[in-house]
């Protein structure tokens, strides 16, 4: 029994893909339309524009806002885009809906801005596991960058991982 135990995985040219790593910083907030509508439900515009002139919209300093609105009421369109008037000048991020759809927003602009090169026909293992909640579309939107670059895609963990591509070899023409 001479010979030494060697970590295959750390020796592997594999690089592991962790989103968590990338979740972006900074509060989170929401913004529910319902607050300002009479009974929770009627805009009447002149008391609706009154009323968001009085918000205190500096509390809202470098956050990333999701608006979205409780109750069934129907609005007019123009009822989410005044308030994000109103937000702009502080909010970071602002989207329509919930906040997974803002956690979506949020990952799918850290993907798109992704340095592609460091993975170029290299084998990636994407981190199945995470503490904190990652949306699926994240690992779509992830993939689908991935697979224009990447030699091969994994998903799991080193010791448990599920194939999910591999390039095609270039034939010589």
């Known amino acids: 029994m001479g010979g030494s135990i060697v970590n295959k995985v750390a020796k592997s040219p594999l690089i592991n893909i962790d989103l968590e790593e990338w979740i972006p910083k900074g509060i989170r907030s929401t913004v529910d339309l319902a607050q300002w509508l009479e009974e929770g439900i009627i805009l009447r515009e002149k008391p609706f524009r009154e009323v968001l002139k009085q918000e205190d ?32 000048p502080f909010a970071k991020e602002v989207v329509m809906g919930s906040l997974e759809d803002l956690e979506r927003h949020l990952f799918s602009k850290v993907i798109a801005e992704l340095d592609l090169s460091l993975f170029k026909d290299k084998p990636l293992m994407i981190k199945g596991c995470s503490e904190s909640a990652i949306p699926e579309d994240a690992y779509i939107q992830l993939i689908l960058r991935l697979q224009s670059v990447a030699k091969s895609l994994f998903y799991g963990e080193a010791c448990s991982s599920v194939p999910l591509w ?8």
């Open 57 to 88: 919209w500096s509390q809202y300093q470098d956050h990333k806002i999701a608006i979205h609105c409780s109750t069934a009421a129907i609005l007019p369109a123009w009822a989410a885009l005044l308030v994000t008037s109103y937000l702009q």
């Open 166 to 173: 591999k390039a095609k070899n270039k034939r010589e023409s």
